[in-house]
């Protein structure tokens, strides 16, 4: 029973969209209690802002990418651009990615082997 | 006059810098706005203070002639606010219990049925989007009712760790990066956790619906409003929210584990 999609006409029932509803009701009632959006001029920025925050972690990577041609000018400026953790960061990633790797060829050896 | 002679003395509004605290110790024009960092205040502000992941502190002198908002932090000290205090501490893990607004009750109302409110759409819609995937993790939950709030805790856990970790880097692009991911990540698992409760308790409560809400979407949409709306009472809502995202997630995490069991080897692999 549990495989089977719910019934289609379970959305075409008007009580269905009623919690829709209700959440909606509520996000426009907690409005008009809180008299608007506290800071509303400058919450209202905050979405230009977050822009601004993946445009500057996408060409910061760009930056660290194009540095990367420098052998080991890239690797001091990987410590300067983020600091010693970085590079804790990347060897843990490393360790983890490589066991993650041998553990992945052991499991299909003994899949092969069975 | 004197407000023009008082707008000249006010020193420009330092710009927002990610991850790096704002201290404002003298008078200066607003808005003072602060991403993935605390505010400090001890001065007069003359327009608006938002924190976004981060805590603002009011120290003794301070004055803000504005609004005061901490998006997933807190505001405190004893300075003074000519306009609203509105702060949603955490990621909602402690459903109205993180929620506080220096506007009366009923402003704390307003905040808390906003919040239900963001809660219960966002969940109707997955709900109506992805029944079967509801259904899913629902069962599972049902079924591993001890596991999954112990999976919930130690996931938590890990996430916080990751956190901290990046918030240690978060002045680089990668910490900021992870911030971000790790945010959007646990808000994800909790909404579908919290959905797959509703659904449990939808299907073990459906009997005593009238027999037009007794369908499965219907039921579950009906569970979840009132797992939201409990979480608006005082006391028992943030406990009772606290462990409907502990089950949750955990119900999440193990389904996950479950799909993809590479990680599951691990342990095995090490004590080899």
């Not at chain 1, 194009?66 to 690797?75: C, I, L």
């Not at chain 2, 966002?122 to 049902?142: D, E, K, Q």
């Not at chain 2, 938590?156 to 978060?170: D, E, G, K, Y």
């Not at chain 2, 949750?248 to 004590?271: D, N």
């Amino acid at each position: 029973m549990t495989a089977l999609p719910p019934a289609p006409w379970q959305k075409r029932r008007f009580a269905a969209w009623l919690p829709l509803a209700a959440g909606l009701a509520f996000v426009a009632a907690g409005m008009l209690l809180l008299g608007g959006v506290p800071a509303s001029g400058t919450v209202a920025q905050l979405p230009a802002a977050a822009g601004g925050v993946l445009g500057w972690i996408a060409s910061s990577a760009l930056d660290a990418l194009t540095a990367a041609r420098g052998g080991s000018d890239a690797a001091k400026m990987l410590v300067a651009v983020g600091g010693s953790w970085l590079v804790v960061w990347l060897a843990l990633a490393a360790l983890g990615g490589s066991w993650a790797m041998v553990s992945l060829v052991g499991r299909a050896r003994r899949g092969a082997g069975q | 006059m004197i407000s023009l002679l008082l707008a000249s003395a006010l020193l420009a509004a330092p710009a927002p810098q990610l991850g790096a605290g704002v201290l404002v110790d003298r008078p200066t024009q607003g808005p003072v706005v602060a991403l993935l960092a605390d505010v400090r205040v001890s001065s007069e502000i003359v327009g608006d203070v938002v924190a976004v992941g981060g805590d603002i502190e009011l120290a003794a002198g301070a004055r803000v002639h504005g609004d005061v908002v901490a998006l997933g932090g807190r505001v405190r000290g004893p300075g003074a606010v000519t306009g609203r205090v509105a702060s949603a501490g955490g990621l909602g893990l402690l459903g109205s219990g993180g929620v506080e607004t220096s506007g009366g009750s009923l402003s704390a109302l307003g905040l808390g049925l906003l919040r239900a409110g963001v809660w219960l759409t966002l969940g109707s819609l997955v709900i109506l989007a992805a029944p079967r995937h509801v259904r899913t993790l629902g069962v599972r939950l049902a079924s591993e009712r001890l596991r999954s709030p112990m999976i919930g805790a130690l996931a938590l856990l890990v996430w916080l760790a990751v956190v901290v970790l990046a918030l240690a880097v978060t002045n680089s692009p990668l910490g900021v990066a992870c911030v971000l991911l790790a945010v959007a990540v646990l808000l994800a698992a909790k909404l579908a956790g919290v959905v797959a409760v509703a659904w449990a308790i939808g299907k073990a409560f459906g009997g005593y619906l009238p027999l037009s809400l007794r369908g499965e979407l219907t039921r579950t949409g009906v569970a979840l409003s009132v797992l939201s709306l409990l979480a608006l009472v005082p006391l028992v809502g943030p406990a009772v929210w606290l462990a409907a995202n502990l089950v949750g997630i955990g119900a999440v995490v193990g389904s996950l584990l479950e799909r993809h069991p590479l990680p599951l080897s691990l342990p095995s692999f090490a004590t080899r």
